[in-house]
């Protein structure tokens, strides 16, 4: 099945964040902090990159549990950091460990080499330019910094894209069905993100399916 770019890169419409921010991704936000944490078994440290923060549930989850980690969360979008902010007030013990940055994809002003680990969950299929995601984690990770990149897979038909939508977002409001299916069409496959990494000189990451609906790209920085 042939990608469809999404109508809009960033979920920036005040409605849109907050109906995606009172989601249930629980199960989404525990796979991706369990491929992980995988990644140093003896527990997370020093500084981690979170490229697409949304409303920062996985850096306040990451925080919480590895106190010896600090946390930049980006997000281009604005209503997403709005709330962000919200959660880190209620979580103040977390939050002094998460700094919240308003950036777009390559980040010029971030520190080359400044991070530990280097990490997305479901931004690559929004960017128009997938290859700035790679040039930012290049750019940003030291010799050596962990990666993990989690997005949708793209499934190979509608009726495939239809099941999905119908078995994870059956009772979701309607604006979250529609971006359920915009963000299935958008997605990449396994094939076409090793394309992308091997352009970018990243083909030692492996990328691989972690459920019926994600793919993980993980490694080390060369």
Known sequence: MQRVPEPEELMDDAQQALAYARADFSEANRLFVDLIERLEPTGLSGRLLDLGC???????????????LTIDALDGARSMLDLARQRLTANPDAARRIR?????????????GGYDLAASNSLLHHLVDPAVMWQ????????GAQVLV???????????????????????????RR?????????????EVERQLHSAGLAALRVT??????????????
């Not at 971006?179 to 496959?189: E, P």
């Not at 399916?209 to 060369?222: E, K, N, Q, T």
Request: aromatic share 4%; charged share 20%.
């Open 54 to 68: 949304g409303p920062a549930d996985i850096p306040l989850a990451l925080a919480r549990r590895h106190p010896a």
């Open 100 to 112: 919240l940055l308003c950036e777009h994809l390559p980040c010029p002003d971030l520190p080359s």
């Open 209 to 222: 399916m972690v459920s019926d609906r994600h793919l993980a790209v993980s490694g080390v920085l060369p």
């Open 179 to 191: 971006d359920f299916r915009n963000s299935l069409f958008a997605a990449y496959t396994v094939q």
């Open 136 to 143: 930012t984690v290049i750019r940003c990770g030291r010799p």
């Open 150 to 176: 989690m997005d949708l897979a793209r499934p190979e038909s509608v009726t495939a894209v239809d099941a999905l939508v119908e078995t994870y977002a059956m009772d979701a409001p309607e604006v979250l």
